[in-house]
């Protein structure tokens, strides 16, 4: 059996806010651990508040759990530095927010360069080459000089979808990609992930409450208040 | 595994954002160029009047001014201890003022020549009387020189108007007066004034030069032959009132003076001790001046932290999602520093060259020569040295460096999770 990409083991998140009336500690997530597969398509669901963001957030190495073990493949990033973090998450991590975020001062084309030339991963006609092919596989060929303003909702996303692929992540981490989108792009986007995940067999991980998203993916993990409430296996 | 490094991706971001908010990247600019601008000007202005100054004194004020005035060794206090005994000075009180000559002028002269490093030695007396011209009566400075060894020591022909300067050698009657004196008792070449003597004779002087050296302080005095000024003064023939020396090194003469009043007990004072209060005030106005300026350039480095807060806070996100696209700390740092150095060097650039223009036009502006001033002069007389560049152009980048850190390390130090959450 193939080994999973990521492990996650006794995760903890206790997030402590100063206020008024003294020291709050919020445990977020009390006790997680769940491997995810290779090539697997999982959706993390949840009322708000569950914790998805936060487990998304710990599982792509932008927060540090307050105790337990996350491994990416062999990796454990629980233990990394804020620097080494940050070359991980370049490497080997992919992000699509629920915003895109895309930097407004650069193309469509130059900010899927940016993740590529980040830290010299590629050079600098590679890195063309391949953003190119990765914006006319996200149905963009046509846009590649626009700046983000001169695009639409959905496309902004689409872009934001090839930048995330730049450096051939080793999964893609996406939070709440449609949240923001009319239900035809949310459709398109919904497709794109999918392709991406069946002709390349990319591993995503997507956090969503839209229940008819999640259900064509292969794995939802359903959470309530940090705890795993289901955990649905639904194609292979 | 980290490693800081500065690739040709941070420069590009970094530009491109500053590039993208044209207006206030462009008023950044001007401020810091102008506050570059108006420091060079400022030095270069303030440099050039000393200078000139000097310059002018150099030319006109001997090295070494010899006085009449005696070296006295002062008492320190009138009762003082030696070997467990007190004593008791006593100053006679009544004490006759002396004159101040010089006295037997050619054995001081004689004794000074010991000085090997001293070129030319000047007799000159100096005296205060009372010009009659027509109805008008005014007091005159009268200086009484040998012309040939006056000349050697100041070249003094070099400021005649009209008239020769060696002339006065063989005119025992002649009399050279400065433009300023001359046109105070409005008289010109060739008219003739009454001098009262000290004696209270009146002697007729015929005007047969005037000069102009544009230092009023000796544009006040006339010039006569040295044997009519003692007569005028009532002093003999071997009495002075100053020597006047020219040496060989002028960065020596503080030293060669010091030797000189050792060796013959009168006061030697050099040309900058002489001008001593004037260089002064002229220091003093220009550390005032340079403050002044130093806070303009403050200013600007103020307008420079400006552009870099709002360019991060308004930048929150993009910071955020670079991080996540996996920039380092010290990556996100530079892209703000690197703005603020852009800034601060191509406001620089602009600055010196502005100031370049400036100086320039600053150069040819008219003045109205002033008569009370101490020098006369129809134009600002503008400094110029690559200095002023290089202080100017450093000091506006180090304040702005400086006002860069602050905000370049806060977009460090921004946590992305609270942004992309949306908390911030």
């Known amino acids: ?236 | 595994m980290v490693k800081v490094k500065f690739n040709y991706t941070i420069g590009n971001i970094s530009l491109r954002q500053l590039t993208y908010r044209k207006r206030q990247t462009i008023l950044t600019i001007s401020g810091i160029s102008l506050g570059v601008m108006v420091l060079i000007s400022a030095i270069s202005l303030m440099d050039g009047l000393l200078q000139s100054f000097i310059d002018k004194i150099v030319n006109i004020a001997p090295h070494i001014v010899i006085s009449g005035e005696k070296i006295k060794t002062t008492v320190k206090d009138t009762l003082y201890q030696a070997s467990g005994k007190t004593y008791i000075n006593f100053i006679k009180n009544v004490e006759r003022k002396d004159e101040e000559i010089i006295k037997n002028y050619s054995r001081v002269i004689y004794l000074i020549q010991k000085e090997k490093t001293v070129n030319v030695i000047a007799p000159v007396v100096s005296v205060n009387l009372i010009a009659k011209f027509g109805t008008l009566s005014q007091p005159l400075e009268l200086l009484g020189i040998s012309p040939e060894l006056h000349d050697k020591i100041v070249k003094f022909s070099d400021n005649m108007i009209s008239g020769k300067f060696s002339e006065l050698e063989r005119t025992p009657d002649g009399l050279i007066i400065g433009t300023t004196s001359a046109s105070d008792l409005s008289v010109k070449m060739g008219d003739k004034l009454q001098i009262v003597s000290n004696s209270g004779g009146v002697v007729t002087v015929r005007i047969i030069g005037v000069f102009s050296t544009g230092i009023n302080d000796i544009d006040n005095n006339a010039y006569v032959n040295l044997r009519l000024a003692q007569n005028l003064a009532g002093y003999s023939s071997d009495e002075l009132t100053n020597l006047y020396l020219r040496v060989t090194d002028l960065s020596k003469d503080a030293a060669v003076a010091r030797s000189i009043e050792k060796m013959i007990n009168y006061h030697a004072k050099t040309w900058e001790e002489t001008a001593a209060s004037v260089i002064s005030l002229y220091k003093m106005i220009s550390v005032m001046v340079y403050f002044l300026v130093f806070f303009v350039i403050l200013v600007a480095g103020f307008g420079v932290a400006n552009v870099l807060i709002t360019n991060v806070l308004e930048k929150y996100r993009d910071i955020a999602i670079l991080k996540s696209l996996g920039f380092q700390r010290n990556e996100i740092t530079w892209i703000y520093l690197i703005q603020g150095l852009f800034v601060a060097i191509i406001g620089a650039v602009l600055g010196c060259l502005l100031a370049l223009v400036m100086i320039k036009v600053l150069g040819t502006i008219k003045i109205t020569p002033s008569k009370t001033g101490s020098i006369r002069s129809d134009r600002l007389q503008m400094g110029m040295s690559i200095w002023y560049f290089i202080f100017a152009s450093s000091f506006a980048i180090i304040i702005s460096l400086v006002a860069s850190i602050g905000p370049s390390r806060g977009a460090s130090k921004l946590n992305p999770v609270e942004i992309l959450r949306g908390e911030r």
């Open chain 1, 1 to 236: 059996m193939q080994k999973p990409i990521i492990r996650l083991e006794h995760v903890c998140k206790t997030l402590i806010s100063k206020s008024n009336e003294g020291i709050i500690e919020n445990t977020i997530l009390p006790d997680l651990s769940f491997n995810i597969e290779q090539g697997e398509f999982t959706a993390i669901t949840g009322p708000s508040g569950s914790g998805k963001t936060t487990l998304l957030y710990l599982m792509g190495g932008l927060d540090k759990p307050s105790s337990g073990k996350i491994f990416l493949n062999d990796w454990e990033i629980s233990q990394m530095n804020e620097d080494e973090l940050a070359v991980i998450r370049n490497d080997k991590l992919g992000f699509v927010y629920q915003f895109h975020f895309l930097l407004p001062e650069f193309s469509a084309l130059e900010n899927v360069m940016i993740p590529m030339l980040a830290r010299g991963k590629f050079g600098q006609k590679q890195a063309k080459e391949r953003a190119k092919a990765l914006l006319s596989q996200v149905g963009l060929y046509e846009k590649l000089s626009s700046k983000p303003n001169q695009l639409s909702g959905g496309q902004q996303q689409r872009v934001a979808i090839a930048r995330s692929l730049a450096n051939e992540p080793v999964v893609l981490l996406a939070d709440e990609p449609t949240g923001n989108l009319d239900s035809h792009n949310s459709a398109l986007i919904y497709d794109l992930f999918k392709r991406l995940n069946e002709e390349n067999g990319q591993s995503i991980i997507i956090v969503t409450h839209d229940e008819h998203f999640a259900s064509k993916t292969d794995r939802i993990l359903h959470l309530l208040d940090g705890r795993i409430d289901k955990d649905q296996v639904l194609h292979n």
